[in-house]
């Protein structure tokens, strides 16, 4: 069984890792530590008038809340058991060609759920018509995930990443699941080829995001590998995107025998080096950001750049500048009394120092990752994430940061139902003007119980809101967006996470949006066998 993020984290570090902080003088709260094409016109919400200063009454948060939005094992498996019928979406990309918007997602097997296929589909970015579907099925035929989706330059091929089960279950060590990739032409779904990584422990080797080179000649993967007496490792390959060949391999080790994770992978505006960025366990200082240079020709290491706090600090999210002159890295960082802050640094890519380090005022969820995008013009850096209010209940944070000098320039939150809110994803537009933010929120039809699927719009410049939807998939029951990007022009917004419908179960849900006025342009609900 697939675990994700979030639950790895909270049972597997809590196990490992929990002990050392305890010893060294940490609280136990330092470790604060996701083919029908039948096509349904969702109901839509008003828009949510702006946030009310003040904070909201509430129980706290529930545990299934978190599951429901963040856990993948949750939304498969457990509500309903193996009979129910689970596809869920993980990733969407648009074409840089303006064609076609790929949403990529798992299907499990009816009866089998522990087996599980890629499941990719390509919609008319203005329409909204299937284009094609297409399934893979690794080697093994048991479980695969998908969790990313990238274009090549020219928008001819697509790829598609995450992990593949090569054998059955094998105990607390590992899933044995291997990197995966698998690429798809454009014009017709067919796939051109599929590439697996098993990492020298044979156990757990998991993809979380990759980047294309930009003359479109190599794929690059991140994630995490099981290694051969050293845990996990942040693993970083290339591969050769006209065959899937592997071209290099660089594994990273914190030195703990403890886990260490890629979370984001970007490639230079000039193709000559790649950053990873995730987080390791290190001698002394136990869990921090890290972003690693890489040659890209190579494999080469050029520079390791750690941030360490008061307690465990794990990067989630990464972006580059488009004159490629620095990084920023967001994610939790961690403090001995247990509060959790949102923690942003810029890092000069030439040297690999930090520039600033910046955080938020109040703590961020620890179930959902915070995200982070900077502006075209390079001057800001926006960072999209669930704030938490005093009540413990949480909101949508949006703030803005100085590129240049670290210095908030605006923080808002918005609270859609007086109950919890979860950001799980983000895109800003072309030209750097709005915000987009995917996310899941309790739904008011029944207090904490149920989840619907929303996206916000906010004003890049101020961070007011400019729009915002909910939907509802009709059976209320967990419904979540999950991730979201734009059209190379900037004119329509893809979004795509899951619905639950009371004939179907859990369903691939990917919606458009008109990116200034959030109208409806379409809604496809893929219900696959």
């Not at 993967?221 to 071209?247: E, F, I, P, W």
């Not at 990752?369 to 390079?378: E, S, T």
């Not at 059209?487 to 691939?508: C, K, L, Q, R, Y």
Request: aromatic share 10%.
């Amino acid at each position: 069984m697939a675990m994700h993020a979030r639950a790895f984290v909270l049972l597997g570090l809590t196990a490992l890792v929990l002990p050392a902080l305890l010893q060294a003088g940490a609280a136990p709260g330092a470790l604060g530590v996701t083919h029908h094409g039948l096509r349904l016109d969702l109901p839509e919400a008003p828009d949510i008038p702006p946030p009310m200063p003040g904070a909201n009454s509430g129980d706290g948060v529930p545990e299934y809340f978190s599951k429901a939005c963040d856990d993948m094992d949750y939304v498969l498996k457990e509500p309903f058991g193996s009979e129910y019928h689970q596809d869920t979406g993980w990733a969407t990309e648009a074409s840089p060609r303006g064609d076609i918007v790929v949403v990529a997602g798992d299907s499990y097997v009816p009866g089998f759920a522990a087996l599980s296929d890629f499941v990719v589909a390509g919609y008319d970015q203005a329409t909204g018509a299937q284009r094609w579907l297409a399934r893979w099925d690794g080697a093994a035929h048991l479980e695969d995930h998908p969790y990313d989706v990238a274009f090549d330059p020219a928008g001819q091929r697509v790829y598609v990443s995450g992990w593949s089960e090569s054998a059955p279950s094998i105990g607390a060590t590992g899933n044995g699941f291997d990197y995966a990739v698998v690429a798809f032409d454009t014009a017709d779904g067919s796939i051109a080829w599929a590439s697996t990584y098993d990492g020298p422990g044979h156990s757990t080797d998991e993809v979380w995001t990759m980047a294309i080179s930009p003359d479109g000649s190599r794929v690059f993967l991140t994630g995490l590998s099981s290694g051969s007496g050293t845990a996990m490792d942040l693993t970083t390959l290339a591969l050769d995107a006209a065959s899937g060949a592997q071209l290099w391999v660089a594994r990273e080790d914190g030195g703990l025998m403890l886990p260490d994770w890629g979370y984001k992978v970007l490639v230079s505006r000039d193709g000559a080096t790649v950053y990873a960025e995730g987080w390791m366990t290190r001698p002394g200082t136990l869990i921090d950001f890290a972003v690693v240079a890489y040659d890209a020709a190579s494999g080469a290491k050029q520079w390791v750049n750690d941030y360490s706090g008061p307690g465990a600090d794990l990067g989630t999210d990464m972006d580059i500048s488009r004159d490629g002159s620095f990084l920023v890295e967001t994610g939790f960082s961690t403090d001995v009394d247990g509060s959790v802050d949102t923690v942003t640094r810029r890092i000069d890519t030439a040297d690999g120092e930090t520039h600033w380090v910046g955080s938020t005022a109040t703590p961020i969820m620890t179930e959902a990752d915070p995200f982070v995008r900077i502006g075209p013009d390079g001057a800001r850096v926006y960072v999209a994430g669930p704030m938490q209010r005093p009540d413990t209940l949480f909101d949508l944070g949006f703030q803005a940061y100085d590129a240049a000098t670290g210095a908030t320039l605006w923080e808002q939150r918005y609270d859609v139902n007086g109950l919890n809110d979860f950001i799980t994803g983000m895109a800003l537009s072309p030209d750097g003007s709005t915000i987009y933010g995917a996310a899941c929120v309790t739904s008011s039809a029944l207090t904490g119980a149920t989840f619907d699927f929303d996206v916000h719009a906010v004003d890049a410049a101020t961070g007011a809101l400019r729009w915002s939807r909910v939907f509802n998939g009709g059976n209320n029951g967990s419904d979540s967006a999950w991730r979201i990007t734009t059209s190379p022009e900037g004119d329509a917004v893809f979004v795509t996470g899951w619905t639950e419908n009371i004939n179907t179960g859990f369903d691939i849900t990917t919606m458009a949006f008109d990116g200034a006025t959030g109208a409806q342009l379409w809604a496809q609900v893929l219900d696959e066998p």
